[in-house]
Every structure is written in structure tokens, then in C-alpha cells.
């Protein structure tokens, strides 16, 4: 999740030709025009998004209808649409010894897993606070305890920006058990929903081939396996998978649609009665301008389509700090030294 890298990487069509005659000279340059409009200028690329200049996946909406989950999904949470939030993943919040008291005190907290107590997480939710678990479902991460759990063959390439992670095979079986591990772990710390970062791996240069059908076929099978200890599972980005998934989530998290302007992927959410989790990344954050923030919140422009959504200015480390729409901030405590789970002290 995230960690989502927002720096883009210009792709420019590079060629020649030979100058013989002036009309072979015009043809070469319709030539290059045409080829150019085909392929586009450039190619945005960040850590969850492979696709044209205008930030759009390259691939379109799984076709066929929505599938219809093996589990009774009126048994699960599902949080209301404009539920507020808070996302804390680079340090584990300050141990509390009374949920209530942890500020901003808002209803859903989105946190990862590996790095807080079953402890913290009861006194949370004794405060009426329900528990987005986070962790990598797409990822092999080289500081996570079971990372050599993983077989050679199911690591694909490196991760855009982040050179400690590699795509996984979403199919293979030894990373699904891999995963059954990790829902009942979380089932374990009394984690009320799931948040799989990373099932768009079909999505960029995984180096496995990938495809959306296998990504859609892994989230379902994620929210089957969290479904049986009465956990929630919320679709990570990876908009292409709505149509196909919508039945067996009970809400998104998204990141940046507004920055690319994609949030109308993402709209189906909300129409269903499901929230959608949207995190912003403005580069001047902590200190965002007041028309920056109003236009993040404006639902115009790149905003649009966003009604409804539980929209967080947030800074790319996922910290303690944070923004919201009515102009209010806060900053969770997190604990200041710390092994994380990264296996690095901070």
C-alpha cells in the first residue's frame, strides 16, 4: 500500500529514418506522428499503476458479471458510506490504555498488522473502534518474519520504488497458504477487517505475467478466507477488478484516484452502499495550501465523482498525521523508537 510512489517516469518514443527524397521524408514523419498517437508520449508508472500519460490503467474492466460469494455476506462488517477514518502504517500507534483516548478518536483505523498487540487492537475496538489490518497480499518483503516461507520461483521483479519488495504469483499455492497464515494471524489479534495491499500486480511490470483474472481470482479467494473468521476484506486500489470482486468486498482503499483522476472507477463502491477509503498524497503535506486541500475536497475536476468518499490528506510515510475535508488536522501518536516489523530501528 502505501506506499504508493507518485513519481512518474516519462517513456518518449526514440527512432530515425533515412533522408533520402523529401517525400519519403513526410512519410516517415506521418509515420512517427501516427505511431506516437498510438502509444502515447509517455507513461505514467507508480508502484500501483501501469498505464497512459493520463494515469488511466492500461487495462480496461474485467468483463462478465459480478461473481457471487460462497459466505453470507450480511454476517460481516460493513462500514457505512462516508465513514471516517485513519490509515497509520510506518510506526505502530502509542499503546493505549483506553481506546477512547486516542486521537483523532474516529470509528475505522487502517493499521498494519504485524507491528501492533492483540492488546491495543481489544482496547480499540472496546472503544467502538473497528480494525482495517494491513498487510502485503501481492508482495514478498524482505523484513516480514515468513519471507522465506516463499518459494524462489513465485518472486517476480523488484517493485517500482521499492527495492526491498518483489511481485509475487498470486496463483501459486505456497503463497496462498502463505496468506491463510497471515488471515488467521490477523483473525488471532482480533482484527476486524483486511486490507490486502498489492493484488494489481497484473497491473505493471511484474515479471510473471500476471493477469487480471488471476488478480480477481485471488481477491476472492483473500475475502473467502477472511469471510470464514468473520473478517471484512477491502479491494486495494486495482479498479480494473470492480465489476468482477464488488460482491465479495465489503469496501475499497484507494490511493490517489483524485491525483490521477480516476475516482469514476471507483464510484461502483458508493453506489453499492460501500465506502470507499481514498488517501491523498499532496507533495507539500504537512503543510498543504488551503486551495490545494479545497480542490482535494472540491469534487470537481480530478475530483470529481468522489461524493461520498472518506477522503484523507495524508504525507507518503503514513505517519500519524493527518488531514481531513473540514479543514481539521491531527497527529496520532506513534511510538518514537521502535523494530519495526521492517527489521529496522527508527
Same mark, same amino acid.
Given at each position: ?168 504469483? =498470486? ?27 498489492? =493484488? ?91 486551495? =490545494? ?54
Amino acid at each position: 500500500m502505501n506506499k504508493t510512489d507518485p513519481a512518474v517516469e516519462a517513456r518518449r518514443p526514440k527512432g530515425s529514418f533515412f533522408r533520402t527524397k523529401k517525400f519519403l521524408i513526410a512519410i516517415a514523419v506521418v509515420v512517427v506522428i501516427v505511431i506516437a498517437l498510438a502509444v502515447g508520449l509517455g507513461v505514467g508508472l507508480t508502484r500501483n499503476r501501469e498505464g497512459g500519460d493520463d494515469g488511466k490503467s492500461k487495462y480496461p474492466p474485467l468483463s462478465g458479471p459480478p461473481d457471487i460469494p460462497p459466505y453470507n455476506v450480511s454476517n460481516l462488517w460493513q462500514p457505512a458510506v462516508g465513514t471516517p477514518w485513519q490509515i497509520i502504517l510506518k510506526k505502530p500507534i502509542v499503546p493505549v490504555s483506553n481506546g477512547s483516548d486516542i486521537t483523532p478518536y474516529e470509528t475505522v483505523y487502517d493499521l498494519d498488522m504485524a507491528d501492533h498487540s492483540a492488546d491495543t487492537f481489544a482496547k480499540l475496538r472496546a472503544a467502538g473502534i473497528s480494525i482495517i489490518c494491513y498487510f502485503s497480499a501481492g508482495s514478498w518483503e524482505n523484513w516480514r518474519s515468513d519471507k522465506d516461507q516463499f518459494p524462489a520461483a513465485d518472486l517476480g521483479k523488484v517493485l517500482n520504488g521499492w527495492p526491498n519488495e518483489k511481485w509475487l504469483n =498470486v496463483s501459486s499455492p505456497a503463497v496462498r497458504d502463505i496468506m491463510k497464515a497471515r488471515i488467521k494471524a490477523a483473525a488471532s489479534k482480533g482484527c476486524t477487517a483486511i486490507d490486502p495491499d498489492n =493484488v494489481d500486480g497484473y497491473d505493471n511490470d511484474n515479471g510473471l505475467g500476471l493477469t487480471g483474472e488471476e488478480a480477481a481470482d485471488y481477491v476472492k479467494f483473500l475475502a473467502t478466507e477472511a469471510a470464514s473468521y468473520n473478517m471484512s476484506t477491502g479491494l486495494k486500489n486495482a479498479g480494473a477488478l470492480i465489476p468482477r470482486v464488488i460482491n465479495f468486498v465489503q469496501f475499497s482503499v484507494n490511493e490517489q484516484c483524485i491525483q490521477f483522476a480516476e475516482c469514476k472507477n471507483f464510484k461502483p463502491f458508493i453506489d453499492a452502499n460501500k465506502p470507499v477509503f481514498n488517501i491523498e498524497y499532496p507533495p507539500s503535506a504537512p503543510n498543504v495550501p488551503a486551495n =490545494v486541500a479545497a480542490d482535494i475536497c472540491s469534487h470537481q475536476g480530478k475530483a470529481a465523482y468522489t461524493e461520498g468518499f472518506s477522503t484523507v490528506i495524508k504525507t507518503l510515510d503514513l505517519m500519524g498525521w493527518v488531514q481531513y475535508c473540514d479543514g481539521k488536522t491531527f497527529n496520532t501518536s506513534t511510538v518514537t523508537t521502535f523494530t519495526n516489523s521492517r527489521g529496522a530501528s527508527s
